[in-house]
């Protein structure tokens, strides 16, 4: 499980600097759509050949609608959003994740009511946002791009709610075929949504450039055979706020490798807002521990 937590937090946070420059040449829903194409097949015939049987259609189904949900309209907008801020600020504004992640899986018929910490810790981390980038930029104000801001809100409110029906869904027991199934679906919808939106005539093969086949490269095998699979994985293993808890390292990591590798500045209201958000990932995290704890005794 640690690896697991390792890949979703480290990993995934250095596929938002690996996305701009993907993003740069490629156009941003084929790019993603692609990327997931062929990362869906891959672990699809790799977990069939290691013996997993053949998904039901109950199983195709909830895998396509939660790819739909996390892949298309949830990385899709990360994708598209980072052709207008940079890397860095994409993963603060995702930051919002846990949030929705606790309130739609509290408002659930069958959901878990959190516990006083979690949400102490979500709300210390939604401070640490605020820090981050600025109150003026939230309000509207400030000199990032508004539409940028409000379809990332959107693909944050759309990824956790495909992460919790995919924690209730049927799903096959192999995390690496479940994960293949909801690539494969996800990656139909962003290239049938690029299609639609004109992407077709911004292709142009020859004028792709390294970087951007070196970014996509990075994001077929570190983000989603690597990343996405430990994912889904931990939603298996922990609670959806848990699993969450990574939107909040991620963060850190893309604003780190901004400053070492795109020179981005890293101020002092930076660093305190790190601090601020680490302070609200361990108080989720110790708040989900205590309530598995608590139910195993309870059991």
């Known amino acids: 499980m640690f690896a697991a937590f390792v890949a979703v937090y480290i ?32 672990l699809y015939a790799w977990a069939r050949w290691r013996g997993a049987p053949r998904p039901t259609k109950a199983q195709w189904r909830d895998a396509i609608v939660a790819g739909v ?105 192999s995390a690496a075929l479940s994960t293949g199934l909801q690539m494969l679906g996800g990656s139909v919808a962003l290239i049938l949504l690029g299609v639609a939106l004109g992407e077709v005539g911004q292709l142009h093969v020859r004028q792709i450039s390294a970087a951007s086949w070196l970014g996509w490269i990075y994001l077929v095998t570190f983000g989603s055979l690597v990343g996405f699979t430990a994912y889904i994985y931990l939603l298996r293993a922990v609670s959806p706020a848990k699993a969450s808890t990574y939107a909040y390292v991620n963060p850190i990591v893309a604003v780190f490798l901004g400053w070492a590798i795109a020179g981005e500045p890293v101020t002092a209201h930076t660093l305190l807002a790190a601090a601020v958000i680490l302070a609200g990932v361990g108080l989720i995290t110790v708040g989900q521990s205590r309530e598995r704890a608590n139910g195993a005794a309870a059991n």
């Open 11 to 42: 990993v995934w946070g250095s596929t938002y600097l690996a996305i701009r420059y993907a993003v740069a040449t490629i156009p941003p829903l084929f790019m993603v759509g692609m990327r997931f194409l062929v990362s869906g097949v891959l």
């Open 69 to 173: 949900a996390m892949l298309c309209l949830g990385n899709g907008a990360v994708s598209w959003a980072e052709q207008r801020v940079p890397s860095g600020l994409a993963a603060l504004l995702v930051a919002v994740v846990p949030l929705w992640m606790v309130i739609v899986d509290w408002i659930l018929p069958d959901g878990d009511r959190p516990r006083a910490s979690v949400i102490a810790g979500v709300v210390l981390g939604l401070v640490g946002l605020v820090v981050l980038v600025g109150p003026e930029t939230l309000a509207g104000h400030g000199a990032v791009d508004t539409t940028a801001v409000v379809v990332l809100m959107i693909g944050s409110l759309s990824w956790a709610l495909g992460s919790i029906y995919n924690r209730y869904g049927s799903r096959p027991d």
